[in-house]
């Protein structure tokens, strides 16, 4: 087993990071009121909120919550790591589907509906990157 960079150990901390802010808007996502929602991202995005599929809110979950599983053993230096990363991956292109097939949706969102969608696959894409490097160095055991 390879003896990790300090580059390895601050960029697993940034994915760790990157992950639990992840869960944080998912919790707040699922626990605000309908009025809170409202407030914090405007009527518009409040009105189609129950338009949003069931489907898609579990795959948020399992998104966010596999992404932060896959830091977590990232940092454990497990190898593990690289598939969960890539199940999180996938779980965010499902949950992504509505923001692009329901014209409601897309149309709440404005013209900014891709920018938040492209930079979690960015990033998702970059953490299997990071991470299968690892493995194949022999970081991850």
Known sequence: MN??????????????????IGCYFYIVDVTMSD??????????????????PVWAIAAFAIAVWGGLVAAVLLLLRRALSVPIFILSLIASLICFIPNFTMAP????????VWVMPLLIVVIGVVEIWFSRRERAKGTLR
Do not use: D, H
């Not at 003896?3 to 639990?20: E, Q, R, T």
């Not at 949706?105 to 900014?112: D, F, K, Q, V």
């Open 3 to 20: 003896k990790p960079s300090i580059w390895f150990w601050v960029v697993a901390g940034l994915f760790l990071l990157w992950n639990v």
């Open 35 to 52: 009025a809170q929602y409202a407030e914090q991202f405007g009527a518009e995005m409040a009105a189609v909120r129950p338009l949003y």
């Open 105 to 112: 949706l897309r149309e709440a969102a404005g013209a900014t």
